[in-house]
């Protein structure tokens, strides 16, 4: 059983940066890939980024290419999104997730097998 806890969320202007981290417990962290998915009141959940256990292969939605990176560090058992140029666009409940499946970076919400509780992200225009 993986535990994921998010943080780093908040209210930022638009063109500003926010670094959100999601810390994981129990489990095999270094052996799972992770993903970040975002929702936003009255849409559905929508992939963010995945980056593979090594941390070697990621993957991005083309809403957020060029602004924002995924990384990890497997020694704090964390992975983090670095988030740049944001926009109003960007404001949303974001997600944390764990996919302990085949290592392929997915980017469908029931391709992951833990969730952490969100931390919300609000853009001002």
């Known amino acids: 059983q993986v535990q994921l806890v998010e943080s780093g969320g908040g209210l930022v202007q638009a063109g500003g940066s926010l670094r959100l981290s999601c810390a994981a417990s129990?489990?095999?962290?270094?052996?799972?890939?992770m993903g970040w998915f975002r929702q936003a009141p009255g849409k559905e959940r929508e992939f963010v980024a995945a980056?593979?256990?090594?941390?070697?292969?990621?993957a991005y939605a083309d809403s957020v290419k060029g602004r924002f990176t995924i990384s990890r560090d497997n020694t704090k058992n964390t992975v983090y999104l670095q988030m740049n140029s944001l926009k109003p666009e960007d404001a949303a409940v974001y997600y944390c997730?764990?996919?302990?499946?085949?290592?392929?970076?997915?980017?469908?919400?029931?391709?992951?097998?833990?969730w952490g509780q969100g931390t919300q992200v609000t853009v001002s225009s």
């Open positions: 997730a764990a996919d302990q499946g085949s290592g392929a970076l997915n980017i469908r919400p029931s391709s992951y097998d833990y």
């Open positions: 129990g489990g095999t962290f270094s052996r799972v890939a």
């Open positions: 980056i593979s256990w090594t941390g070697v292969s990621t």
